[in-house]
């Protein structure tokens, strides 16, 4: 990968970001993995609603998880080190999964998310490169991320077949096994990550630069995360919706394309396209406001959810999940709030964007769980793509301003 420099950033050498990126990328595998292992051996040990579950608590728990460790970050003023023991922590934990019963699996699983909580702060440290390429910064992150999940996705369709699932065999083991070790290998490779901070006075840590459009008053930065409380909740609508469908696409493209092995290629494709656009998307990020492109995905949730709930042929099902929408947003949203929080409070603000991200995703999976029981998958989706739509309608309220002040 090409150096970075950092135009707001304190005087210090260029740094290469080979290794983090490579390490960025093990830990993504370690998510696509983990998504398809867990995901299809609770399918296998107590139905839907245990999906439900193992999807839904984990994610209240990075809800709170995500600001602890945001706050923490802010506190030590060390973001790398909270990335880096996250990692280490949460890869340990993927080893006694195997051999846990439904309530087991969960339980770790929410062990597991309290520190997953704090990875999102990689986001943070990537944001913080060049104050004036926010999101080709975050793009070369997305990049990674799309690439590592994709893999990871494939290699869960790869190693454990489907029959083999509901029981601790050792392909289930060696494929846990290989999902503890790529985290490991990522917090090694990210020690080289070395953090920046802006070269911000006192007055520039505690108070927002430009002024409250109200009153013309320097706005407090601790104001501006209530400001902001129109995308936290436009945020939980398109992620409860969302997630009415990807809680189950494990479980839905196995049974679509009649094996695990067929579903971890769909997998890998998505997460390939995600690679592949990633760094343009955070190259248009930085050239067009946020909040034009913060529109337009929500409106993709929206397309993507319809196109499930109508179930076309399967060709075209798989076409609409192959968009990464996740990306796009996760890529808008990061860099509109660090536009709009100062540094100080960063990793809080963007704590809370993900906070909000998972508490969607956790009501969508657990609301979702239980309405499988006695629907269709065609009609749960088509509840999500409603859910989806009212939170596209808030996006367009929550980013009706064009001005987007920078530090």
């Keep these: 990968m090409a150096d970075s420099t950092d135009s707001g950033s304190t005087a210090g050498p260029t740094q290469s970001l080979a290794l983090p990126l490579a390490g960025s990328l093990a830990f993504h595998a370690t998510i696509g ?13 107590g139905g839907a609603r ?6 839904g608590i984990p994610m209240f728990m990075m809800v709170g998880s995500s600001a602890f460790w945001g706050a923490m ?10 990335v880096l023991l996250a990692i280490v922590l949460s890869s340990l934990l993927a080893l006694p999964m195997p051999l846990a019963g439904t309530w087991g699996l969960i339980g770790l699983r929410v062990l597991q998310s309290f520190f997953r909580g704090g990875v999102v702060h990689l986001h943070t440290l990537f944001v ?8 080709a910064q975050l793009g070369r992150l997305q990049m990674t991320a799309g690439f590592g999940w994709g893999l990871g996705g494939l290699l869960g369709g ?16 060696a494929a846990f096994l290989v999902n503890c070790a790529l985290g490991i290998f990522a917090a090694a490779a990210l020690l080289r990550l070395r953090e920046r901070s802006p070269d911000v006075s006192p007055a520039e840590q505690l108070i927002l630069p430009g002024r409250d459009p109200g009153g013309g008053v320097p706005l407090p930065a601790t104001g501006m995360l209530w400001r902001l409380a129109p995308l ?41 396209v995600h690679g592949l656009v990633a760094r343009w998307f955070g190259r248009l990020a930085d050239r067009h406001p946020r909040e034009k492109l913060l529109r337009l995905v929500s409106l993709a949730f929206v397309a993507c959810m319809a196109t499930y709930a109508l179930n076309p042929h399967p060709l075209l099902v798989i076409v609409a999940f192959l968009p990464p929408i996740w990306m796009a947003f996760d890529v808008s949203a990061t860099a509109l709030v660090a536009d709009r929080v100062p540094y100080r409070l960063r990793g809080r603000g963007v704590g809370v964007l993900n906070s909000c991200m998972f508490l969607g995703a956790g009501a969508g999976a657990l609301l979702a769980g239980e309405l499988h029981r006695s629907l269709p998958f065609t009609q ?22 064009t001005v987007t002040p920078r530090d």
């Design 380 to 401: 749960v989706f088509g509840l999500g793509t409603l859910l989806a739509l009212a939170g596209a309608l808030v996006t367009a309220y929550a980013t009706r301003s």
């Design 232 to 272: 936290w909740v436009a945020t939980v609508l398109l992620f409860v919706g969302y997630y009415f469908f990807l809680a189950f696409a494990p479980a839905f493209f196995t049974t679509l394309t009649g094996s695990t092995s067929r579903m971890g290629l769909v997998m890998f494709a998505s997460g390939l």
């Design 158 to 173: 790869l190693l454990v077949p489907a029959s083999v699932y509901g029981s601790a065999s050792p392909a289930l083991h």
């Design 128 to 135: 913080e490169l060049d104050a004036g390429a926010r999101g």
């Design 33 to 45: 993995l983990s998504f398809t292992l867990v995901l299809l051996q609770a399918q296998a040990l």
């Design 50 to 55: 245990a999906v439900g579950l193992v999807v």
């Design 73 to 82: 970050a802010d506190r030590w003023r060390n973001r790398k080190r909270v």
